[in-house]
């Protein structure tokens, strides 16, 4: 045998970084979480399932970005021809607007385990609001993507739905025509949706999913009932 | 018997990979491969250009009716994926070229008033029948086989 056994390939990859950055001990503080025994269940991976769905969301949703034209003449016309021209063009979109539906289902069912585990309450109370916030974005995801596809479906979907906007008292004129870039659906309506479902809604998320995990690493998950 | 055993056995009789670890790494890794060989097949296939339109069969496209080009009038038309100027000259002839500057690439348009091919990249000018008049383009263009078929503008794709 030899007399000095060489470490695993992996185990001198993080001696390269350690050496350098120094970051060995308090990535393992973090990353280092045992699930504790009363999680493990299938109830308790409902948040994880929703991000994977955001995650795919993200994959799928740059892919649809390379095809998609965000213009009322050629927008309808990409999305026939993503779906009937492109390879596997059907799969991609379809997978993007079922997870964006599944995406909902379990940010709800995420929801119900943590309200009914209590797991909300004193000290998580924030990561709760920043759950709520979330749910908020998926939904707004939800309903800026519908107009996307700018078939009869869509444009009467998005009247209907930005039309709740405009009974808020006092301000609600004014919220409809800022959220329908005028008083009515037009291309402008659709590029505004395209860079709120693009550019806004990600990067919000991004940043109250960071606040969400690092918090309940901070915190560590709530003990049994 | 547990995995420290195992390997202490196999240690002992000289197999540097044990039965267990064969098993757990060459399944894992299967699993792993088939999947990443599923998700990537998809996307990859996906971001390859799609074919766009019907070139007509056996290269040969109708490209636009005699009436709407009139003697004088030029355009370009996707041919075989590759743009191909059509030009109706004063002479009453057809003639079609390659629209892809010999220079660097750019794409040629027809210079109505100056009855010319222009290139907007580097100011060359062809004539009708592809030669440089002036400019940087070192070669002519490639023409292309162009027949009237009744009102009909027929391109032949890949004719030199």
């Known amino acids: 045998m030899e007399a000095q056994r060489r470490a695993k390939w992996s185990t001198r990859l993080g001696d390269w970084f350690d050496e350098r950055f120094d970051v060995r001990i308090p990535l393992e503080n973090f990353l280092k979480k045992p699930v504790p025994k009363h999680a493990i269940k299938w109830y308790f991976c409902l948040g994880g399932i929703t991000f994977s769905l955001f995650l795919i969301q993200g994959v799928t949703g740059i892919l649809l970005s390379l095809y998609y034209r965000p213009t009322p003449e050629g927008a309808y016309e990409s999305i026939l021809f993503i779906m009937n021209n492109v390879r596997f063009g ?136 | 018997m547990n995995e420290s055993d195992d390997r202490i056995q196999d240690e002992a009789q000289g197999r540097p990979v044990s039965r267990r670890g064969f098993l757990k790494y060459g399944l894992l890794g299967f699993a792993g491969l088939a999947t990443a060989v599923g998700v990537l097949t998809p996307i990859v296939a996906y971001l390859w250009p799609p074919k766009v339109g019907a070139s007509g069969a056996g290269g040969r496209v109708t490209v636009v009716s005699t009436k709407d080009l009139p003697p004088g009038a030029g355009e370009i038309f996707s041919v075989a994926n590759k743009p191909v100027m059509v030009i109706h000259t004063v002479e009453d002839d057809y003639v079609a070229l390659s629209a892809t500057c010999t220079h660097l690439g750019c794409i040629l348009f027809w210079d109505v008033e100056r009855q010319v091919i222009a290139c907007p990249c580097h100011e060359a000018y062809f004539n009708t029948t592809g030669a440089v008049i002036s400019g940087p383009p070192p070669a002519p263009l490639e023409p292309y086989r162009v027949q009237v078929e009744g009102d009909e503008i027929v391109v032949e794709g890949g004719q030199g």
């Open chain 1, 90 to 225: 059907w799969l991609i979109r379809s997978i993007h607007s079922w997870s964006s539906t599944l995406m909902i289902a379990f940010c709800i069912g995420h929801m119900l385990r943590v309200f009914i585990t209590g797991a909300y309450k004193n000290p998580r109370e924030l990561n709760w609001v920043a759950g709520v916030a979330l749910l908020l974005l998926t939904m707004a995801f939800g309903f800026t993507g519908y107009l996307l596809p700018w078939d009869q479906k869509a444009l009467w979907g998005s009247t209907v739905g930005s039309e709740i906007l405009g009974i808020v008292p006092l301000i609600g004129g004014w919220l409809l025509g800022l959220l329908r870039a005028g008083m009515e659906i037009t291309g402008l309506t659709l590029t505004r949706f395209y860079g709120i479902h693009m550019l806004v809604l990600p990067l919000l998320a991004f940043i109250f999913l960071g606040f969400h995990f690092v918090i309940i690493r901070r915190q560590g998950i709530s003990g049994p009932l």
